[in-house]
């Protein structure tokens, strides 16, 4: 994994250098996730298309893009794939109707307005979120069509934050290529880090309008928990009995076609 410091992303990496069970590694410059692209400068753009990235997947619903759009950079192929789609009553995106009203600079505070965060408890909502986001997803259905798709090879996944949607997403990527559930932790749990100042940043000034529950409930938002992927990983599970079932019924990997993604992926 490489961190990318871009001004206009906080999340941007490159998800190689991982290693897997058999001891190989995942190439660099093949796979990215970051958090929304909205505030690329015209230099970051640039930079974008220096490392070869070819497409882009978008896991955002459709509020958000028109909300945030992604830019329009020259050569790379935009793929618009809601992981959540908005007629799903999920909290982890904007709650419909805030679309038709003003939007602030960020999500977490229109919440806050529209009183969410006095109905409801995040680590609930985000627990069955997880739960379900991994079993019969079209978007991650198409996701991991591109991936062996080597001409669609360097590839960007985001959503808003880069941490549920495209966590999720990342982690499918690197089950596909064989990294353990363990490695797959860490990277995702990486985002705390990487956020922390941030986050922190952010809770301290939501700090003086909100209460304690409150604003223990927009923690549960910005950061990411052990027990949310570990509910991805339960749930194929217990709806499959392996991950190399999961692999070859929902999306048509069996061993035969994983050793040929491993080949174009691995080094």
Known sequence: MQII????TRNFRDMG????VDGRKVKRGLFFRSDELTALSKQELVEVQALKIKTIVDYRDASEVRHKPD???AGIMRLHLPAVPETQASQINLPGYLDKQKRSSHYILDLVQSGFFERFRAEDLLLELYSKLAINNPSYKRLMELIRLPDRLGLLHHCRAGKDRTGVGSA????????????????????NEIMKTYNNEQLHLLSQNLNE???????QMLFVK??????????????YGSIDVYLSIEFGLGQGE?????????E
Do not use: H, W
């Not at 949310?228 to 599970?237: D, L, T, Y």
């Not at 994983?258 to 691995?266: G, N, P, S, Y």
């Open 71 to 73: 830019p329009n950079i």
């Open 5 to 8: 410091p871009f001004q206009g």
């Open 258 to 266: 994983r050793e040929v993604l491993q080949e174009i992926c691995l």
């Open 226 to 239: 052990e027990a949310f992927m570990e509910a991805v990983f339960q749930s194929i599970k217990q709806t």
């Open 17 to 20: 250098g991982y290693q897997t």
């Open 172 to 191: 499918l990527i690197l089950l596909a290529l064989g990294v353990p559930e363990a490695t797959i932790m860490e990277d995702y749990l990486l985002t």
């Open 213 to 219: 529950t409150e604003l223990r409930n927009v923690e």
